[in-house]
């Protein structure tokens, strides 16, 4: 039997149906937001709203800018490289595995004095901590003192989970290959024997870091048994309860430890190792003048093409030094305050011969 066709079903509900059947309706429901008919505000870009805006932007970034890149000029900062790669170095004989420990003095000159606190830190680069296997190697119920992870740590931590059948603590390549250069700072004055700069190694973690993410083993024994049935990372000298000799910044909580499992995201980073307070207004942190750096030599860079650098810094309402900020607001504002000066001479150009042509018509 032949079937009706109707080419105005098909538009509307798709095929046609037998004879009898319910016709199966595709249409779309007649409600506002099936239909697009939802209220909308659709701006009418004439000259009258678009050359305000770029002349309003380009006022608006230029001075931020401005102020941002003076602010960023002002922050004193020097950076000392110790690698030793140079033959002229002093650190050159220590890249030598036979010199251990290896201790070598490198001398500066601050030509401007360093007001405020002022912030060590230790720098390196060409080391990718950003690797997704070395960022997934740790254990964090184990950092965060669960005594059943302290003696069986996670996998994720192959192959430094165990070492001579004993669970690592802490487990994993990033504590495994912690900066453990030791950099002491002195100033050369008129004396015969130089001042040492007071360096203060707390309160350069981060707070949540320190009081909820890094916790030693529960107990009320010494800090030694409650570690009792592991060992050390393969490259540690000493175990991690021996890290410091001030209870509140030993074992998982010492705060050079917290610092450096914080991974970086680019292979050239820095970190923050030491806080030089200043005790008077009335005198600089740092004064102009000679200084010398003294470093034990024990972290290992050369192999991979790495450097190390000691970077001197204080800080101001924005954070260390970078200049990017400002030069990129005042490049963006400069560039829309230019855009909305062309478009200008632009529309005041043919609108005027707008003008002319509809007078002489």
């Known amino acids: 039997m032949a079937m009706n066709y109707n080419a105005k ?22 409600t506002a937001f099936k239909q697009q008919r939802l209220p909308a505000w659709q701006p009418i870009l004439t000259a009258g709203t678009v050359l305000p805006t770029f002349f309003i932007i380009g006022l608006i970034f230029i001075p931020i800018g401005i102020g941002i890149f003076v602010t960023s000029n002002n922050i004193r900062e020097i950076e000392i490289d110790y690698t030793g790669t140079d033959p002229s170095s002093p650190c050159n004989k220590c890249l030598s595995p036979n010199v251990t420990p290896c201790i070598c003095t490198i001398n500066f000159t601050l030509e401007q004095s360093f007001e405020g606190n002022v912030f060590m830190y ?21 950092l965060n ?3 059943s992870a302290l003696l069986n740590p996670s996998k994720e931590c192959e192959p430094y989970r165990r070492n001579e059948d004993k669970p ?6 990033i504590a495994n290959s912690m900066f453990n250069d030791t950099l002491e700072l002195f100033l050369v004055g008129n004396e015969s024997y130089p001042t040492p700069i007071p360096l203060k190694k707390k309160g350069i973690a981060w707070w949540t ?4 993410k890094f916790r030693n ?4 024994q010494s800090l030694e048994e409650r570690f009792k049935g592991t060992t050390n990372p393969v490259n540690w000298v000493k175990p ?24 970086a995201a680019l292979p050239t980073f820095r970190k923050l190792y030491r806080l030089i307070e200043r005790k008077s207004d009335l005198h600089p942190t740092l004064p102009a003048g000679r200084y010398y750096l003294n470093i034990t030599y024990n972290y290992p860079v050369h192999s991979f093409d790495g450097r190390k650098r000691m970077i001197l810094s204080t800080i101001s309402w924005m954070g260390g030094k970078n200049p990017f900020l400002g ?3 005042i490049a963006i504002g400069s560039i829309s305050f230019l855009l909305g000066v062309v478009l200008l001479v632009i529309n005041h150009k043919y609108r005027n011969s707008s003008n002319t042509a509809d007078i002489t018509i």
């Not at 079903?9 to 309706?25: H, I, L, S, Y």
């Not at 083993?217 to 009320?220: L, N, R, V, Y």
């Not at 030993?250 to 450096?260: H, S, T």
């Open 240 to 263: 991690v309860y021996m890290l410091d000799s001030e209870p509140d910044n030993n074992g998982f909580i010492n705060e050079d430890f917290i610092v450096w499992m914080r991974t």
């Open 327 to 329: 030069i990129a607001y």
């Open 122 to 142: 230790y720098g390196l680069s060409n080391f990718y901590q950003n690797h997704r296997r070395y960022v997934k190697s740790r254990d964090d119920s184990q």
């Open 209 to 212: 870091d320190k009081n909820v």
């Open 9 to 30: 079903d098909e538009v509307d509900g798709g095929p046609p149906c037998a004879p009898g059947a319910t016709a199966k309706n595709r249409r779309p429901d007649n």
């Open 145 to 147: 003192g669960d005594s």
């Open 217 to 220: 083993p529960p107990g009320e």
């Open 168 to 173: 690592i603590a802490p487990c994993g390549a």
